[in-house]
Structure formats: C-alpha cells, structure tokens
C-alpha cells in the first residue's frame, strides 16, 4: 500500500522504534523488501538515490514499477517510495513520477539557501500530500557524487529546518555511508540529545545505518530516531550470496545460469538481511 511516510514514522517515534529505509537498486531488491516487509508486517520505506533511479532508466521506471509490484503482490502494508538525497531538480523530478515522499538534501549548502530551498519543497510536497525530510550537517563518505566529511550538525540549524514544516529531519552525527572505518569514533549522542531537545517530537533519520553496534542503533532510537537507512549492507549480503554460488559451481549445473536462479541467492540473502534489521529497529508487526 504506497502512502506518504510521515505517519509511519509519527508513530514510531511515538512507539520507540524505528522504520527502515532499504534502498533499491532493481527488480530483485523491490521484490524482496517489499515481500520481508509483508511477512513481518511491517511499514517499510524504498529509497532510490538518484544514480539508482537513472541506473533503472529513470524515476518514471522505478515508480511504475513499485506500484505494480505493490499491487501484484497484494502488499497490505504502508510502503513510502522515498528519494534518498535528492537534489532539488531530483525531487521535482520524483513528484513528477509519482513518488509518495522525497528527500531535499541542503546540507552542503549554506544555511540560508538550505532554508529557502526546503521552504519552498515543503510547500509544494505538502499541497500534494507527499512526505518531506530534510538534512544538516553532512552525512560522512560518498553517496553518488555528494561526498560529506560527517561533522556533526548545529542543533540551532536543525531547529530551524524544523520549523519549516518538513516531516523528518536527518542530522548529521558521526555517521557514515558505506562501511565504517576501524577507527570511527562512533555517533555522537551529545549531538543527538541536542538535535532532538530542539525539534520537539519530530522524527529524526538515522543515515548510513549499515555497520553501526546494535547497542548505538537502540540508543538512537530512543533519542528521538525513528527512520534508519540501510544500503550497503543488503549490497554486502548480495554480493556475498551470488559469490558462494558461482564459487560452488551451481551457475554450470543444469540451468543454473538461468538469471533466476543466478540471482536468487543474493534474492534470499536481501530478505533475511531485511528482516535482521526491521526487528532490531522493532518495527515487525507494527504495520
């Protein structure tokens, strides 16, 4: 059932927990998110950065195709067709294809450009009832071309992109995208606690959620985050998965080089890695 994310994440915020975000990079990514998400009962939001949407021939595809597998499948549960750190002509783009929630990524900007760039998304999402998040202070590493340092964001900042009426807010805290380092210093929940002192209920984004100690994600989520990203990680079980088959040799047995056999594998290795994370976020059964 494709809606807007913000009353999802209302109500994990409200419920301490929170709602995964797993990013989809083709057919076998939609099919097995969306299917884990079923079999949990749990709401669940599609990311797709805008190298993702393009890799898929662009967002006109990627929403057709997630709306026709919503309905093919019978999928009951919420599902938001989120665009993951988009430009502005990204997420003009996404309404335009239809996507039920976007993301206006103003971190790199200063303040005050931020600010009236998400003023005037936020009025035209909301006029079309889709969902909004917004960021400051950067995410760390690089995520199609925009690559952050990770400082953590100015709490004061965040309350004023609040105050804009966006429905929730990624703030940088230490994290980030792709695979942590050995010597990453860990989130900072000094900022966090701030962050979320500031913006009053409102739900708070968790990026670069691959790699971060269970112990770190539950104390996040009990300050205030209610919507995790999750990329790398489903990339890594994929990978994993296909390597063991063709290693094994079953891609030379039979019709084993049948793309459907080929890539069920790292099908299957998705699902478990999804439903690994919708219950340490504690979002199973919450649909």
Request: a negative charge; hydrophobic letters at 40%.
């Given at each position: 059932?494709?809606v807007?994310?913000t ?5 994990a915020?409200?419920?301490?927990y929170a ?6 990079n083709?057919l076998e990514w ?14 669940v ?7 993702a949407g393009k ?5 006109e595809?990627?929403?057709a ?5 919503d ?5 009951t549960?919420?599902v938001a067709?989120?665009?993951?750190h988009?430009?502005y002509?990204?997420c003009?783009?996404?309404i335009?294809?239809?996507f039920?929630?976007i993301m206006?990524d103003?971190s ?7 600010v009236a760039?998400t ?22 590493g ?8 990770g400082e953590?964001a100015?709490p004061n ?11 929730f ?6 994290n980030?995208?792709g695979?942590?380092p050995?010597?990453w210093a860990g989130?900072?929940?000094e900022t ?6 500031k913006?009053?209920?409102?739900p708070?984004?968790?990026h670069?959620g ?6 770190m ?7 205030g985050?209610?919507?995790?990203n999750?990329n790398?990680?489903c ?12 290693e ?5 047995q039979g ?12 099908f299957?290795?998705?699902?478990a890695k ?6 340490l976020?504690?979002s199973?059964?919450?649909a």
């Amino acid at each position: 059932m494709l809606v807007s994310a913000t009353e999802m994440l209302k109500k994990a915020r409200e419920g301490k927990y929170a709602v995964g975000q797993f990013n989809i990079n083709n057919l076998e990514w939609t099919k097995a998110i969306l299917l884990t998400a079923q079999e949990c009962n749990s709401p669940v939001i599609l990311g797709v950065s805008e190298g993702a949407g393009k890799y898929m021939t662009g967002f006109e595809t990627v929403s057709a195709m997630v709306a026709a597998m919503d309905k093919s499948l019978g999928i009951t549960v919420p599902v938001a067709l989120h665009l993951d750190h988009g430009s502005y002509e990204g997420c003009y783009k996404c309404i335009k294809a239809g996507f039920t929630s976007i993301m206006f990524d103003g971190s790199h900007f200063p303040i005050e450009e931020n600010v009236a760039k998400t003023t005037e998304l936020v009025n035209v999402a909301h006029q079309l009832g889709l969902s909004i998040e917004a960021e400051v202070g950067s995410i760390g590493g690089e995520e199609d071309g925009v690559v952050g340092a990770g400082e953590c964001a100015d709490p004061n900042e965040c309350k004023m992109i609040a105050d804009l009426g966006v429905d929730f807010l990624a703030a940088g805290i230490g994290n980030i995208h792709g695979k942590y380092p050995e010597n990453w210093a860990g989130l900072s929940f000094e900022t966090l606690a701030a962050v979320n002192e500031k913006v009053g209920d409102m739900p708070l984004v968790l990026h670069g959620g691959t790699g971060i100690p269970d112990d770190m994600i539950k104390k996040a989520i009990s300050l205030g985050v209610a919507k995790i990203n999750v990329n790398t990680e489903c990339q890594l079980s994929f990978q994993e998965a296909t390597r063991e088959y063709i290693e094994a040799g079953k891609d030379q047995q039979g019709k084993g080089f049948d793309p459907r056999k080929l890539l069920n594998p790292g099908f299957e290795a998705i699902k478990a890695k999804v439903k690994e994370k919708m219950e340490l976020f504690g979002s199973v059964d919450k649909a």
